[in-house]
């Protein structure tokens, strides 16, 4: 079942895999399987656990049906080029037992007949989320509220959209290896245990509760954190963003700095100004604020952060191979850890930006 | 004798369904292929579009189907337009075989074209021996003054490296003139039923044309105008030149030389 997105360059990892059976097993109480690649992401544990913590399958959404959520994930997958994403999710639709030709007509958006309005809805809100970002995100509202989503249902596809943005730049920038999960609908083996693995998948996704805020959210992200006040997204974004600011390859300000660039990129409403105002109470001057977000580079920047600064950027809009081979480049200059941190705050920058977009001014 | 004839008349009938069958599900399946091949071709054909078109102009147009027209992606943004031209072109097309000209005049193109992808500009059209690039146009990008800038300069030096390679095979030397403007405009796919292209319309492209040749009165390789110089990062070392009127506008046109960069290196990509 070869995808046009196998045709897509690929770079050679940049990361190197670490076992850390603690890690390994978190992962196999959260999700019932055990990943294989999750290894190449244990030397920042803290986004290790957000890829699988913020995971829509397992426990946060209440009301948007999973169907429908993977498709949404497939599209937006194809959208940012992720061959490793796009290939777990195709996977995943095909061992829950959606036909070859559907997923192909799904990709290739040409049979809309046999999509109804609301999932063609969807569909379309999650490409236009990833290809013109918040910019685009009021029309795109419109057209769910036309085809019958309601705040909720909104919200919880945006964090699907999102959280797929997130995972897509974690992966790809990192060039995760993409062969043995793109080979597995046309393995033998996996074919013939293709009901088991539906059963196990259909198992292990479960729906969330309604889960308070056990606190105010602390900015940055508190208004986008309080806006799925109720939902189980809340707090498992609260626990991803506090496990990235205690995490100590890269220091407060230099992922601050990296936030407020995507935030600037993405024109984010919702994310920039708490940005902003948190750099400034980490003592950044006001000018040296502006000359960094108006020029991507100051005098009073150090070494690390005049690295990272312009490689944020850079993860906005990207081709696969031209950022896999950037991350080569940094890799020559940062440890491992610190590279591997990088990735994951412009990751999460840019997802939680997509995310803010729509929470902004809901319809 | 009547049962054996009943029986060869319904194996004869099995048989004959069966061919049937099996013809109409190869002729499926081969359908199947057609329509598999189509899907890839028009999956390649919508990524190909998004690089030369906004993903948002790509995306309507593609949603509307049948029912899409140009004008309904067309809108108004502010971008960032470069506009490059070679000097002394004429005068070397009048001196070398037509196939050496095609090989140099390429090699020219393709160094300055990845000069302008590679600060995420976007070549919009080559017109002669110009080239027309925008900054911003495709995606939001509050970076796009410092981005043409940069791009500028790397065309320069590109300009510099490809000359040590016609100086070794024996060529004349090129020398671009490029002129850059920052402004409103409108933004779409403009031009006949039978050929269109994403561009941006207005003054903006024309003054940066109009700048471009003011490279030849000041004598210098990049000139960008007073609209650029807020925007740009004081890393740039400006000098400027002269004002001078230009067609198509009624004041005076202030610009600046750009000489190089000083102080902190300027972020790379």
Not at chain 1, 266 to 286: I, T, W
Not at chain 2, 18 to 46: K, N, P, T
Request: charged letters at 25%; hydrophobic letters at 45%; a positive charge.
């Amino acid at each position: 079942m070869a995808s046009t997105l196998e045709r897509v360059p690929w770079e050679a990892c940049v990361l190197e895999p670490h076992r850390d059976p603690a890690l390994e097993s978190y992962v196999k109480k959260r999700t019932g399987m055990s990943s294989p690649v999750i290894g190449y992401f244990a030397p920042a544990p803290w986004l290790a656990k957000a890829l699988v913590d913020l995971h829509p399958e397992y426990g946060l959404l209440l009301r948007l049906d999973h169907e429908l959520k993977d498709l949404v994930q497939l599209v937006v997958c194809q959208e940012n080029s992720c061959r490793f994403c796009y290939a777990a999710v195709r996977a995943m639709l095909w061992a829950q037992g959606m036909s070859r030709e559907r997923i192909q007509r799904i990709e290739g958006d040409l049979t809309r007949a046999d999509l109804s309005p609301r999932v063609q809805a969807a569909i379309a809100f999650g490409r236009s989320q990833s290809r013109t970002g918040p910019a685009g995100a009021r029309g795109a509202r419109e057209a769910l509220t036309k085809a019958g989503f309601d705040d909720d249902e909104m919200r919880e596809l945006a964090f699907a959209v999102a959280l797929t943005d997130f995972s897509n730049r974690a992966h790809t920038i990192a060039a995760v290896p993409t062969r043995p999960i793109e080979r597995i609908p046309d393995a033998l083996l996996t074919r013939l245990l293709r009901p088991w693995i539906n059963r196990l998948v259909r198992r292990n996704r479960y729906r969330g509760r309604a889960t308070p805020l056990q606190r105010a959210p602390a900015p940055p992200y508190a208004g986008l954190v309080q806006a799925y006040a109720g939902s189980p997204i809340a707090p498992t974004i609260a626990g991803a963003l506090d496990g990235m600011w205690a995490s100590p390859h890269l220091t407060r300000r230099c992922k601050l700095l990296m936030l407020a660039v995507i935030g600037r990129g993405l024109s984010c409403g919702a994310c920039a100004p708490e940005l902003r105002e948190a750099l400034r109470r980490d003592g950044l001057a006001e000018a040296t604020l502006d000359q960094v977000l108006t020029h991507l580079d100051a005098p009073e920047l150090d070494p690390l952060e005049r690295l990272l600064v312009p490689f944020a950027r850079e993860t906005i809009w990207y081709e696969p191979a031209p950022i896999q081979r950037r991350a080569r480049a940094l890799r020559e200059r940062l440890t491992g850890p610190q590279l591997l941190e990088a990735i994951g705050v412009a990751a999460l920058g840019n997802g939680l930006c997509r995310l803010g977009a729509v929470v902004r001014d809901p319809a | 004798m009547t049962r054996a004839v009943l029986v060869a008349a319904v194996l004869a009938l099995v048989a004959v369904l069966a061919a049937a069958l099996y013809r109409q599900r190869r002729r499926a399946a081969g359908l199947q292929a057609q329509l598999d091949a189509a899907a890839s071709e028009l999956q390649h054909l919508q990524e190909a579009c998004s690089r030369l078109a906004p993903a948002g102009v790509v995306q309507r147009l593609v949603a509307d189907g049948a029912r899409a027209t140009p004008e309904v992606a067309a809108e108004r943004k502010v971008v960032t337009a470069l506009f490059a031209d070679l000097v002394g072109y004429t005068a070397m097309s009048e001196r070398l075989e037509p196939a050496v000209l095609a090989r140099v005049i390429n090699g020219y193109f393709q160094r300055m074209s990845d000069a302008v992808h590679e600060h995420r500009g976007h070549v919009s059209t080559f017109l002669g021996d110009g080239i027309l690039a925008y900054f911003g146009a495709l995606q939001p990008n509050p970076w796009q003054c410092d981005d043409a800038v940069r791009a500028a300069l790397a065309m320069r030096a590109a300009m510099r490296d490809y000359n040590v390679e016609l100086a070794g095979e024996g060529l004349p030397a090129l020398s671009v003139g490029i002129g850059i403007h920052r402004g409103p405009g409108l933004a779409g796919l403009v031009g006949s039923r039978e050929r269109m292209e994403y561009a941006f319309v207005g003054r903006t492209v024309n003054l940066a044309a109009r700048v471009q040749a003011l490279t030849r009165v000041h004598k210098v390789d990049i000139l960008v105008t007073e609209a650029l110089r807020p925007e740009l990062d004081g890393c740039f070392v400006l000098d400027p030149m002269p004002a001078e009127m230009v067609k198509g506008v009624d004041e005076p046109v202030v610009t600046y030389a750009v000489r190089g960069t000083q102080g902190p290196v300027a972020p790379s990509r």
